[in-house]
């Protein structure tokens, strides 16, 4: 899964789709993974990042960031090759 | 750089919840880095709040409807012109067009110059036609229907599923979710606009437009796609911003490319889930939101006035994303006088 190129991320959060002009807020943790998406690190990447950072176990990770993906999916801030790949 | 010392007429001043696109475009053509411009403002009418905001046009005349017929509007348009001898006459309302675009030559010879659709152009994109024009061209249109009396619409029940769109030949659309709301939105734009009435199929999605100039031998100039963030009771947009969406350019320019499209357009296009566009319409002037353009990096009417100028103009190829505009109604105070002179004299 890859962030297209026509997304804007600001620091404070606010996220911007310059192809549809929908645009959307993220808290600091939805910032951070969309950073980190956007950067090209895949799952397991992102999983050992915020696992060494935050107090948080495997499934919990696993279940916000698929519910996660699909928020920003809906948004149409992503390209997925394959819909089931989140990686 | 010194700028050239020009001056250009502008229709259309009548700035309400129903803009006209006359003072956008007098805006941007005060910002242009070639021209200094003097300007004429032509109005029908003598509450057009053009007329009154400072700084806007350097004089201004009253000219008669269209529908008092096209040799009173051309003769007093070269009355006008011995007196201040304008360059470019830049028109913005749909139905003036067709009486300018009639009188190009004689105008040309007048010298007024213009840079407005053929006549071919200007009729084949008729609401009326957009069917044909979507097969012709190769671009998704919504079914539609003629409706040339009462009568047909009985025809609509066969033909589309429910809420459909009714259309003026002109202006106005409304959405209609039954038969009798048909009928009465049938009444209203026909007593306004005249027969026929189109009937369209509601193609449900995001209305996104794209601001187009085209040089009449198939490039184009400029382009910017937009969406309408705040919409208006009118349908009018009163909040939008610029979109990078390289498929609406791509309609865009594959449209001007085979209709040889000149002068100023607007396409107005539905966008679905699916991600398919759908040609609702297409306006033959340079749409009311015109200054986003401009403020996005492409100054459309100054490139307009330079191709009514016979100047070559590069495409612009590049604007910002993200642009946004947004409207606002402000109270101006009049002197009485101000409009008594527009009103008695046809001039101030």
Known sequence: MKITEEVRISDNGFVFNSRTGDSFNVNPTGLELTKLIAQGHDFDTIKNMFLEKYDLDDLTFEKDFYEFCALIKHHQITSQEDPLDFK | ?348
């Open chain 2, 1 to 348: 750089m010194s700028k050239t010392k020009i001056t250009i007429a502008v229709t259309g001043l009548n700035n309400t919840d129903n803009p006209g696109p006359g003072v956008p475009v007098i805006r941007s053509l005060k910002e242009s880095t070639e021209f200094e411009v003097r300007i004429i403002g032509l109005v029908y009418e003598t509450l057009e709040p053009g007329i009154y905001m400072e700084g806007l046009c350097d004089k201004i005349f009253q000219i008669p409807y269209p529908s008092a017929g096209s040799d009173e509007l051309i003769d007093r348009i070269e009355e006008i012109h011995q007196r201040e001898s304008f360059d470019v006459l830049i028109p913005n309302f749909d139905a003036e067009l067709f009486s300018f675009m009639k009188n190009e030559d004689r105008l040309l010879r007048s010298g007024i110059r213009t840079f407005l659709p053929t006549m071919k152009q200007f009729q084949e994109r008729d609401k009326d036609k957009l069917p044909e024009y979507g097969e012709k061209y190769g671009i998704k249109v919504p079914a539609s229907l003629n409706l040339g009396s009462q009568n047909q619409i009985s025809e609509i029940k066969e033909k589309f599923e429910y809420p459909v769109m009714v259309k003026g030949k002109f202006y106005d659309a409304y959405t209609a979710y039954n038969t009798e709301q048909v009928k009465q939105s049938f009444n209203k734009v026909s007593s306004k606009w005249g027969l026929p009435v189109i009937i369209q199929e509601f193609v449900k999605g995001t209305e996104v437009n794209v601001i187009a100039l085209g040089d009449g031998q198939g490039n184009t100039i400029a382009a910017v796609p937009m969406r309408k963030q705040y919409i208006t009771d009118k349908g009018k947009a009163w909040g939008g911003i610029t979109l990078s969406d390289d498929k609406m350019l791509e309609i865009t320019r594959s449209l001007i490319r085979q209709t040889k499209w000149k002068g100023g357009m607007e396409l107005e296009l539905i966008k679905t889930v699916k991600g398919e566009y759908y040609l609702i319409e297409i306006n033959p002037r340079i749409p009311a939101w015109v200054y986003l353009a401009v403020g996005a990096g492409q100054n459309i009417p100054e490139a307009l006035v330079k191709l009514a100028l016979g100047q070559e103009v590069a495409p612009m190829e590049t604007y910002q994303s993200g642009k946004m505009f947004v409207r606002y109604s402000y109270d101006i105070i009049v002197d009485l006088e101000k409009f008594e002179t527009i009103a008695m004299n046809g001039e101030i």
